[in-house]
């Protein structure tokens, strides 16, 4: 797992913040979805919300297909209910690491 990414992460979701998958020097496609796909797994497996739901799409402003096929993502959300869960799961991400400023 790309630590340095996660750590970036982290740090944007203190901030209350987005940031774009351009802003993250990771590449695009599979290269990328990997890293951020090995990051949402370990986040889920150890009870924490898809800290990768503070990664957005520069041009639509929402997570990429890759994030609609996490595990921990419902497989049957609409393309009406796809920008609720990822607002709600913002939330959660933003509010989780804002309360736990010493967990890294």
Known sequence: MREDIR??????????EI????????????????ILGD???YEHSNHRP???AVVANKAKGMPSPGFWGLSAVPSNLTDKQRPVFWARELIRVIE????????R
């Open 50 to 52: 898809l800290l990768t």
């Open 19 to 34: 940031v774009f998958y351009s802003e993250l020097g990771i590449g695009r496609g599979k290269a990328a979805g990997a």
């Open 96 to 103: 989780y690491w804002q309360s736990h400023p010493n967990e």
């Open 39 to 41: 990051i949402s797994e």
């Open 7 to 16: 750590r970036r992460l982290i740090q944007v979701a203190r901030k209350g």
